[in-house]
Each structure stands twice: as C-alpha cells, then as structure tokens.
C-alpha cells in the first residue's frame, strides 16, 4: 500500500511563492508516475502537473505553465511543485497523486484522475490579492 503526504502549503501573497512535498512510502516510487491536481471551493478537482517515472518528462496545465515547476528525487521518495507568481485563483487543496500502470489510455492520460492509483490528503494553498 502506497501513502502519500503533502506538505508545504500555507498563506501566500499574490506575486509569491510556495514549494510543495508530496512524500511517498510503501512502495517503490521510482516505480510512479506522479501528478498533482488541485480542488478550489465549490469546484472540481483538476489537474495542475505530472512527471514521469524517472523526471525526464514533464506535463502542466495551461494556467500553471511557466509559473509552476514539478520535479522529484526519486532518492528521498518525494515529488515537489514549486509555484511562482501565485495568483489568487491558485487557491486551492492540492494532492500529489501515484499511477502505477504503465499502461497508456489515451495521449491526455495524465489530466485524468481515474488514471492515478494513490492519493494524498491535501495541503492547502491559500492566495491572498
């Protein structure tokens, strides 16, 4: 069984920044592909970024391309988001997520969430204007 704890969340200002952890246990990480996603009140969870099983490649939402950074050290079990330039409209719970097939669906299997096997219990990014 494969947990998964975020850390790193908190009250920014609008202009600044915040690096998430996403600490995995119980498994082999270098074996998962990971993402985050992000939930704002009242509204769906959607995807923000994903890396592949040994980083080289990298996905990201439109709205977060150029001011976030996804990475991991497959060394300490652990995926970052690093957010620049944040916006109120970042505000949000954020969850790591671990997919362990590697089985590919479709090209956008990445954005899904049913794609992911394990999830963790959120930290929350809070943006002020």
């Known amino acids: 069984q494969v947990q998964l704890v975020e850390s790193g969340g908190g009250l920014v200002q609008a202009g600044g920044s915040l690096r998430l952890s996403c600490a995995a246990s119980?498994?082999?990480?270098?074996?998962?592909?990971m993402g985050w996603f992000r939930q704002a009140p009242g509204k769906e969870r959607e995807f923000v970024a994903a890396?592949?099983?040994?980083?080289?490649?990298?996905y990201y939402a439109e709205t977060v391309k150029g001011r976030f950074t996804i990475s991991r050290d497959n060394a300490k079990n652990t995926v970052y988001l690093q957010m620049n330039s944040l916006k109120p409209e970042d505000t949000a719970v954020y969850y790591c997520?671990?997919?362990?097939?590697?089985?590919?669906?479709?090209?956008?299997?990445?954005?899904?969430?049913?794609?992911?096997?394990?999830w963790g219990q959120g930290t929350q990014v809070t943006v002020s204007s």
């Open positions: 997520a671990a997919r362990i097939s590697v089985q590919v669906s479709s090209i956008s299997y990445y954005r899904k969430e049913y794609e992911y096997d394990y």
């Open positions: 119980g498994g082999t990480f270098s074996d998962y592909f």
């Open positions: 890396i592949s099983r040994n980083g080289g490649r990298t």
